[in-house]
């Protein structure tokens, strides 16, 4: 083959590739999801609104401005607001969440396949922490005004550990993080795992944890 043509082809395809990833990125300033139509085409995201019809309200939302029902076993609410809810969030890759934890209350360990979490704690005391893939528990103490990092992927969980309603924001790294949710029977398989958390809870709020651990332990 002739080795000029070979040389251009290379080129061609270098070029072409270049100008397939260089819009990967947004086209417009922005692309508020259009709530009012159904979806007819699914793609990877939510269709735009008529940027005509675009008004300060896509990028405003008081979805997180109320605490959330802790009534039940968990004594937890966790609240996550996407696209679907928020327009001004699609095709900007974030989503954000509100955690209310009142007394003993507790997030169950899950996962975000699809985001790493930033969780910042508001008002209280929470004990955060995560599990790596070698099964090793990082967790550490998180007081008002601290942010802890859920690494994408990764099974994490949060605990109410002072004596006051603990309130948290989280921002995720994607518009969509989806939610994998561990079961207790599941999880409870590891009853080492679940002493280490329970005990090192115990160690922060004291002895009148001890009806606590015995609900989650048992």
Not at 151 to 166: K, T, V
């Amino acid at each position: 083959m002739n080795p000029t043509l070979v040389f251009f082809i290379i080129i061609l395809c270098s070029t072409s590739i270049s100008i397939c990833l260089a819009d990967n990125d947004n086209l417009q300033d922005a692309c508020p999801t259009n709530t009012t139509v159904t979806r007819m085409v699914f793609i990877n995201g939510f269709p735009c609104k008529n940027p005509s019809s675009i008004s300060s309200a896509d990028f405003m939302t008081s979805n997180l401005k109320h605490a959330g029902d802790t009534d039940n076993f968990l004594h937890s609410s966790v609240n996550i607001v996407t696209a679907a809810d928020f327009p001004g969030l699609n095709t900007l890759g974030l989503s954000i969440a509100r955690t209310d934890l009142d007394l003993d209350g507790m997030v169950m360990p899950h996962s975000h396949p699809r985001a790493t979490e930033l969780f910042f704690v508001r008002k209280g005391i929470v004990l955060a922490g995560f599990i790596d893939t070698n099964n090793t528990l990082f967790e550490s103490l998180i007081n008002e005004g601290d942010v802890f990092l859920f690494p994408r992927g990764l099974l994490h969980f949060c605990m109410n550990a002072g004596y006051e309603p603990a309130i948290a924001f989280s921002v995720m790294n994607s518009q969509n993080p989806g939610v994998v949710s561990i079961g207790g029977a599941v999880f409870e398989t590891d009853k080492l795992l679940i002493d280490k958390i329970i005990r090192r809870l115990i160690s922060v709020r004291g002895t009148n944890m001890a009806n606590f651990s015995k609900i989650h332990i048992q």
